[in-house]
């Protein structure tokens, strides 16, 4: 899990991610960890807890958006012996387990409104019932929550509970998507090759050619860094070598629109750059340069005639 960190935080991109985290561990403030699917909200969730005075306790995790309604608050509260048809014998819920010490809410923008009002009320008495029983639980629990959902807008809009949102969201973290620190990419995916490698013998892990290099530079990632790592356990298989070249990377992928002035740091720029990376990667041959880009000779030859001073800057790896 360490590791896993280190991969997901480790990059100077998100030096103030990282800091927020470690400064909100230490104190008892619910944490609301927002961002897309694959940026590692589960793996900050553990960072706070381990960053915390509870790290020697148990760390509980639940995902609220795979399991029915009737389901998760079993599995939240626990239940007494016959609450209902199955129920044999007596049960503890996963907030009494995670007691003395984190419990993280995974997809919580999932939950049902009757079940946000339960959720709420533990929060602010911080105790419960098991499901078919009277007693009330009382719990000490470090609250951290996830999801990829925009709860502030869902709270203005009235499809989700605003008092529970205010309560989750004492501290928020946003987590960025890959797509907005193109500059992890590459070395993220280097790390990511060598702990996929590490189980190999000891072999050494194979390299990233160029052209490769351009071309995950060049992706949008909706998966995130969960999406790169399977892209890049698929490529490690296809290669079956020392090199992982630009056709092992099996990405399902759509190639981005150029616009006519390409500014810094813009998508159109990005592209720009990873054709000129390719084409001098190849040589200069376009035709081979298409393939690997995955796209069309007609589409490259568009591309070259798009930009303003692009053409000038081809030609140099023509």
Known sequence: METSVQLTFGAPSMTSVVEALARVAKTRATVLLQGESGTGKELAARLIHEGSPRAKGPF???NCAVLTEDLLQSELFGHEKGAFTGAHAQRRGRIEMADGGTFFLDE??????????????????????????????????RWVAATNRDLRSMADEGTWRADLYHRLATFPVRLPPLRERREDIVPLAESLIAQLSAPANGSAPPKIDDAAKARLESQSWPGNVRELRNVLERAMVMADGPVIRSEHLLIDEAPPRASASPGEGSLAELERRAILRTLAAVGGNRRVAADTLGIGLRTLYAKLRMYDGFQKGAQLYC
């Open 60 to 62: 509980v995790a639940i």
């Open 108 to 141: 919580v923008g999932e939950l049902k409104p009757a079940l946000q009002a339960t959720l709420l009320r533990v929060l602010e008495e911080r105790r419960f019932e098991r499901v078919g029983g009277s007693r009330s639980i009382t719990v000490d629990v």
